[in-house]
């Protein structure tokens, strides 16, 4: 009886560990991101004084700040314009690409797959100094375009290897009967193979408008004009201006990090699979 | 079937894609390689001068200090983020009650911009009103300079490890889930405890998975760049340099091309050569289940 009732308490004891453990972790990833968004309804003096404090009454002369001084409206278009034009592209070249790599008999398809998973070896750093003269070439540095273009092809090779996977694994009959009534290849990849494949879809538009969106080391070299910079641009160029302006910072992260999170929490799911399937990338 | 062998569908369908990719990732990676023999400043001077880049990097100290700090990422990546991962993940695993909210939380660090991060932990390094020095004041202690020198390169490796554990958590507790229960059931009757179960069973069990996640951390750790570019761009007196922050002084702020492109080549094969070493020396028996 009494080893039980021991052995019951040790039980106890452990799970309690176990619980303060995580909730020790996750203090970490949450109380930072409450700390920011406290700071950024306070003045930067009612920082200094006491940045742990709950603001006596939460001022948005901040966010007014940051959308007056820095602009930051803009600079969130030029995210949106440059994001969602590198996933429409990934989407339907890569699908099409896919399409066809997963279905069609041809000579080099070993070759063409190989090289693929060969391009997720390449980073960034390997490859942006020939692209930034080839775009300085083309005229078209300091243009949204000069940007999609590189971000999109860096994002083809994993989408085309993912939607290939899934496409691969579609019946054949479902198109089969379509194509024996006439329709053409086109129509079958729209009407049948495009709709099933939606899920892989999913995945793949994730996690290119993340990498996209917070991406610092291609969108600082390309584009170094204020009026087409994306928003991480902006902030990594002025945080040594502004600095000093804690409480305008503060707001600029919040600014930031809001969309994606509204949106983490939205479709989690999806983005957890999203991202760990980017694992892959390189 | 004849309609799976048309080769105009085929080659309308592929080329696009195959396009951007040559133009974009192929033709640049080779270019680069070609590159790092030249001197070239991108603009007017472009010579060819052998293997002298290769020679530079051997003497140049700046190098020295950002492949030591590269190294020392990875090997707190290993150890610290999958490590935390890997024990949290064993954490979650155990308990019913609330692992949907440990899951959500533990992973949105990802899905955040490094460039945010970033900024967000200057603001905790800040000396006045620092969410850092704010605590010490509170604790009675003195206010700390908190990036020098000396401490740089800690300063910006805690953000960088921080914010990939829960990508190592989900990729774990995934692979935990997929053993069968019915593998601990013998061990349960011979009164085996949590800890004991976890270093004889869970770990060799998904072995393989840990060691690529091994492999995705060094390999990511050769790709640190927006977080130090935005706490400390590399410095105080190039402290916190990594081979990435290195890569882009050279190359954008120097204009040296050529050696930017040769410093670049380097990042490569350090990843192909260290993911290889890791995949041969942590081979072990295959444990199936």
């Known amino acids: ?282 | 079937m004849k309609h799976y062998q048309n080769w105009l569908v085929i080659s309308l369908f592929l080329c696009p894609a195959l396009l951007l990719i040559v133009l974009f990732l192929y033709y640049p990676f080779f270019m680069s390689f070609f590159r790092s023999f030249f001197k070239w400043d991108g603009f007017f001077t472009s010579e060819f001068i052998g293997l002298a880049n290769y020679k530079r990097m051997f003497m140049d100290t700046t190098i020295h200090k950002a492949l030591k700090n590269t190294m020392y990422l990875m090997f707190l990546a290993c150890f610290i983020q999958v490590g935390i991962g890997l024990i949290i993940a064993v954490f979650t695993d155990s308990i019913s009650k609330g692992a949907k909210f440990y899951r959500t939380v533990f992973f949105f660090p990802i899905v955040i911009s490094s460039t945010a991060i970033g900024l967000m932990f200057k603001l905790f390094y800040v000396y006045d009103g620092g969410l850092l020095n704010t605590l010490l004041n509170f604790l009675n202690l003195e206010s700390v300079v908190w990036l020098t020198e000396k401490s740089a390169m800690t300063a910006v490796a805690v953000p960088v490890i921080w914010q990939y554990v829960g990508f190592y958590f989900v990729i774990l507790l995934t692979a935990i889930g997929r053993i069968p229960d019915d593998i601990y059931e013998s061990a349960y009757l011979d009164g085996i405890n949590g800890f004991e179960k976890t270093i004889y069973f869970t770990i060799p069990l998904i072995w393989d998975v840990i060691k690529v996640c091994f492999i995705l951390a060094i390999t990511g750790a050769l790709k640190v760049f927006d977080l130090i570019y935005v706490i400390t761009q590399g410095g105080p007196l190039r402290a916190s340099e990594v081979l990435g922050t290195y890569m882009y002084q050279k190359t954008f702020v120097d204009y040296r091309y050529g050696y930017g492109s040769t410093i670049a080549i380097l990042i490569v094969v350090l990843g192909l050569v260290i993911s290889y070493l890791v995949n041969r020396h942590l081979r072990r028996e295959e444990v199936t289940y």
């Open chain 1, 1 to 282: 009886m009494i080893s039980r009732y021991n052995k019951r308490n040790k039980f106890f004891l452990g799970k309690t560990m176990v619980y303060c453990f995580l909730s020790g972790w996750a203090l970490t990833t949450i109380y930072p991101l409450y700390w920011v968004l406290l700071n950024s309804f306070k003045t930067s003096y009612e920082i200094i004084l006491n940045s742990f404090n709950i603001p006596g009454e939460f001022k948005i002369l901040n966010y007014i700040n940051a959308f007056m001084k820095i602009n930051i409206g803009r600079s969130y278009l030029n995210s949106l314009i440059i994001s969602c034009s590198v996933v429409a592209i990934v989407i339907f070249l890569g699908g099409l690409a896919a399409y066809v790599l997963g279905r069609f008999e041809f000579k080099f398809k070993k070759a063409i797959h190989t090289a693929l998973m060969g391009s997720l070896l390449f980073p960034a750093f390997c490859t942006i100094v020939p692209v930034f003269v080839m775009l300085k070439n083309f005229h078209l540095l300091n243009k949204h375009l000069g940007l999609i273009l590189p971000q999109a092809a860096g994002n083809l090779p994993f989408a085309i290897i993912v939607l290939t996977g899934f496409m691969i694994s579609i019946p054949r009959e479902f198109e089969e009967s379509a194509l024996i009534e006439g329709c053409s290849v086109w129509q079958v990849y729209i009407k049948i193979i495009a709709p099933v494949s939606r899920s892989a879809f999913a995945s793949v538009a994730i996690f290119t408008f993340l990498w996209s969106y917070n991406d610092l080391f291609m969108s600082l070299i390309i584009l170094r004009t204020r009026e087409v910079q994306p928003i991480n641009v902006l902030l990594a160029e002025i945080s040594s201006q502004y600095g000093t302006d804690y409480g305008l910072m503060a707001a600029a992260i919040v600014i930031i990090i809001i969309p994606v999170l509204a949106f983490y929490l939205a479709a989690q799911k999806s983005i957890v699979k999203g991202l760990t399937a980017g694992a892959l990338k390189g």
